[in-house]
């Protein structure tokens, strides 16, 4: 069971490039989540989905999309980058919703470095 | 606009001795509270959690307070631990279904042996 995975770890990307984030997470979670942590800042939600094929906007989405064709995976695609989306991104899934009291569990992070 | 907020950046506690970490929130309809534990180039991990309907949660060494008129909660650690020595993050949910996590900006957590 390896719980939340994220691929890759680091990537260093010219402004203007674009790149997929990978997740896939094993515990059959219906929720999954996408938050970028800026340098002495907290978590802010870009994306989540509450099921396969379905998808919404967190706090922060723009420069970004996501889609989620199947249960276990959730991608983020950077499509223009920008140095404003230097920053490390995680990514979560949850049984339950964590308005409902699910717990949100985390994969290790990508840090993602735009020159 | 930062709904959820850690005030203190840094906190250093001898071993054995209480760690007492706050956080205080704006939204009022913030329904349910989080703490999170993160060690360095790994993800958040859950630590405890509390529903606005209660105001004490307790596991183990760990005792999450909420004050509701206050807008304040906070994360009692005793014995501290020097594995306790992490990046803490409060966390907050508002009702409704809503799936906004939002997170304060941590407080790290120094556990001198």
């Known amino acids: 069971n390896a719980g939340v995975t994220q691929t890759p770890k680091f990537r260093i990307l010219k402004i203007g490039q674009s790149m997929t984030l990978q997740c896939t997470q094993d515990m059959n979670h219906n929720y999954m989540y996408w938050y970028r942590q800026d340098p002495g800042m907290g978590l802010k939600l870009i994306y989540y989905s509450v099921g396969a094929g379905i998808t919404d906007k967190g706090e922060v989405p723009n420069g970004y999309n996501v889609s989620r064709s199947t249960t276990e995976d959730f991608p983020l695609r950077l499509e223009l980058a920008a140095p404003s989306q230097t920053s490390v991104y995680f990514c979560?899934?949850?049984?339950?919703?964590?308005?409902?009291?699910?717990?949100?569990?985390f994969g290790p992070g990508t840090r993602l470095l735009v020159l | 606009d930062q709904q959820v907020k850690q005030n203190s950046p840094s906190l250093s506690v001898q071993e054995g001795r209480i760690s007492i970490l706050n956080c205080d929130y704006t939204n009022s309809m913030f329904d349910y509270f989080l703490w999170y534990k993160k060690y360095p180039a790994e993800g958040p991990t859950f630590l405890i959690s509390?529903?606005?309907?209660?105001d004490k949660n307790e596991d183990g060494r760990f005792t999450v307070f909420l004050n509701k008129s206050a807008k304040h909660l906070s994360l009692h650690i005793v014995p501290s631990q020097p594995g306790d020595s992490a990046v803490y993050f409060c966390?907050?949910?508002?009702?409704?279904?809503?799936?906004?996590?939002?997170f304060g900006t941590g407080t790290r957590l120094t556990v001198i042996p």
């Open positions: 509390i529903s606005s309907i209660k």
């Open positions: 966390a907050a949910t508002p009702r409704g279904g809503a799936n906004n996590l939002f």
């Open positions: 979560a899934s949850s049984l339950t919703p964590t308005s409902s009291g699910g717990t949100q569990y």
